[in-house]
């Protein structure tokens, strides 16, 4: 993928470096519960974060300010290239669309919506509007979950998790919590999950659909990128990562989407570039 000499400016807030806080009980217990909550029980990442939130201490909860501006470092560089074209994109498909705030962070950090760990992945808060990434994640992405390491397949997280903020801005998500509210057991409210987040992944492939269009060619797919992202979308399914986690799968828990339909919503918003083509509540 060709990002390197793209606009910057994707309202970055870097709190690499600053640390996590203090965790009641031990860093590996929380971590156990952020996994366990995020991939076996089906709870949203605010959900987990609220959790983990009350077993913290000292100022683990609280919101630290970070440095704001683009990174120096490479890494860092790349989440503010390609923040910046999919705010460019999303400002060009909706005209109320305001970009979110980026946070990086390292191991945990205070959230509008509770205390954030690496270990739940990357995540939208919508009580804040911030996109929370720990860039180990790209890593632990190949190693543990066996993704792909391509830029391309990075920058799919990065725009799943801005299409929430869409969802965000549009009122859909917020409509998707009142479902879940009124649902009549718990694996109606995850199926109303999981149509939130395949849109997600048509959402980020409609960005890429149109990212070079947005930088005039500076952020740009290059041959190979699609097999890479579908690559990784298939990896992270619901099926794929419990079946790593705990040796079987158990559907009813399903709160993102199995392999396949994590695929073929992001492959539909490539092919398509259209946001009415993500109808994922109509399925």
């Known amino acids: 993928m060709r990002w390197q000499g793209g606009r910057k ?8 470096g600053m640390g996590p806080g203090k965790v009641a009980g031990g860093g590996i217990g929380v971590i156990i519960i952020a996994l366990i909550g995020y991939f076996v029980l089906g709870m949203e990442p605010e959900e987990v974060a609220q959790i983990v939130g009350s077993q913290s201490t000292g100022n683990a909860a609280s919101t630290q300010e970070g440095v704001r501006g683009t990174p120096e470092d490479e890494a860092g560089q790349f ?60 890593q632990d992405m190949q190693t543990q979950l066996g993704a792909s390491g391509a830029d391309f397949a990075k920058a799919y997280v990065i725009a799943h998790e801005f299409g929430h903020h869409v969802q965000k801005l549009t009122g859909t998500s917020d409509a998707v919590r009142k479902l ?12 109303w999950s999981v149509a939130l987040e395949l849109q997600a992944d048509c ?24 097999e890479e992202g579908l690559r990784t979308a298939q990896a992270i399914g619901d099926d794929m990562i419990q079946k790593r986690m705990t040796g079987k799968v158990t559907p009813e828990a399903f709160t993102h989407g ?26």
């Open 9 to 16: 400016g994707g309202n970055i807030e870097d709190r690499r």
């Open 79 to 138: 989440v503010d290239v390609i923040s910046a074209n999919i705010n460019d994109v999303w400002s060009q498909e909706l005209r109320s669309y305001t970009a979110p705030t980026v946070v990086l962070y390292e191991q945990g950090t205070g959230t509008g919506c509770g205390y954030g760990q690496a270990a739940m992945g990357p995540f939208y808060c919508p009580a804040d509007q911030t996109v929370y990434l720990d860039l180990g994640f790209w």
């Open 180 to 191: 879940q509210q009124a649902a009549d057991s718990q694996e109606e409210a995850n199926s």
């Open 203 to 226: 959402y980020a492939g409609v960005w890429a659909a149109h990212a070079a269009e947005a930088s005039d060619g500076a952020v740009a797919l290059e041959a190979g990128d699609v």
């Open 258 to 283: 199995t392999a396949d339909q994590r695929v073929e919503w992001l492959k539909r918003g490539l092919t398509t570039g259209d946001p009415a083509a993500c109808g994922t509540f109509s399925q």
